[in-house]
């Protein structure tokens, strides 16, 4: 899978390699397409990560949520947790093509999305698209860089086309923005706004593996991996984009019982009624959680949602969406904590 980086960009590169075929659609989440049933399919992508990746087993979980959901995400954690090993990882297993940005201060937006060029010979301007027309585009530390050039993807990852000098283009179908971003090094750094924050479906906060996790990461570097080179972990594709509407179509037909959705209701009311925040959860972030429940459930191998399902998925819908007041966060608040609070106070159904 090649690799394209943010600058110099020439043109579109990308190069779709392996294509993995696509197998009939099925009618229902078990039988799933061809062979495989959903939860299959996340059983050989999370075999495939763990070449590469010990441990961070919810990271994992919750990527293979944002592929299969459609939606974007942001991984939040300190240097060296393998976030960045994470995507490129995905980006092997998910057979699209990849770019890479690395988000500095000095990035333009037309960095990001391309310009036209005049071309003398033929006396026309032709499109010389950025590394935002690949099918994955890892945003790495995307909090570097100013607001004019963060907002650079706000229509890309909403409407999945960029508008430019005022003439739309389509992005590739699918398309996915995986973000990093570090917690800890705020010099120098641009937080990104509640605009920007609400376009990710998932935030996956990143933490240091468990003691017998990193003695297995040791492990492996001795016995030859390295992450520079994931040629030395043999990773093969498992998806391509052309399976992903089948896919897509499947986690579509997950039943959601009514006391279901009502619990979803219940939980984004709560978290606009709560003292401690100056933001709650809006109606998009409701929908949030219901399309990701529904691929959770599908991943763990059921056709229907459960409140369990709900509260695995509440904390990483929600967190990014919500605004703590300054006293709140005196106090010692987190989002994390407000949305525990609110899961206790609202009624599971039966």
Not at 146 to 171: C, F, Y
Not at 200 to 223: C, H, T, W
Not at 231 to 256: C, F, N, Q
């Amino acid at each position: 899978m090649e690799e394209l980086s943010s600058a110099p960009f020439d043109g579109m590169t990308a190069n779709p390699g392996m294509m993995v075929s696509s197998p009939p659609l099925a009618a229902s989440v078990q039988p799933a397409v061809g062979p495989l049933t959903v939860q299959e399919l996340a059983r050989r992508i999370t075999a495939e990560m763990h070449k590469a990746i010990v441990g961070q087993d919810e990271l994992v979980e919750m990527m293979i949520v944002a592929v299969l959901a459609g939606g974007h995400i942001l991984l939040e954690g300190v240097p060296g947790t393998a976030k960045t090993l994470s995507v490129r990882t995905l980006a092997r297993i998910f057979d699209v093509s990849f770019a890479r940005i690395q988000f500095t201060p000095d990035l333009m937006p037309s960095d990001i999305l391309g310009t036209s060029i005049y071309d003398p010979r033929t006396q026309e301007f032709n499109l010389k698209r950025g590394p935002i027309f690949a099918g994955l585009v890892l945003a790495d530390e995307v909090n570097r860089t100013p607001p004019k050039t963060q907002s650079a993807l706000l229509e890309a990852m909403e409407e999945r086309r960029v508008t430019i000098d005022g003439i739309p283009n389509n992005l590739p179908e699918p398309f996915l923005v995986c973000a990093t971003q570090n917690p800890i090094e705020y010099e120098g750094t641009y937080p990104l706004p509640e605009a920007q924050l609400d376009r990710f479906m998932l935030k996956v906060n990143v933490g240091y593996p468990a003691a017998e996790e990193e003695e297995r990461i040791l492990d492996k570097v001795q016995s030859g991996f390295r992450a520079q080179n994931l040629d030395t972990a043999e990773i093969h594709p498992v998806l391509s984009g052309s399976d992903m509407p089948a896919y897509r179509d499947l986690i579509e037909k997950v039943r959601v019982d009514p006391t279901v959705l009502r619990y979803i209701v219940k939980i984004a009311r709560a978290t606009r009624e709560n003292r401690n925040l100056l933001l709650g959860a809006s109606p998009r972030a409701a929908i949030t959680l219901l399309n990701t429940t529904k691929a959770l459930a599908a991943i763990r191998g059921r056709d229907f949602v459960t409140p369990d399902d709900i509260k695995t998925m509440a904390r990483p819908v929600l967190r990014h969406r919500l605004i703590l007041r300054p006293e709140a966060e005196i106090e010692g608040y987190t989002n994390d904590r407000i949305v525990e609070t609110v899961l206790q106070s609202v009624e599971v159904p039966r």
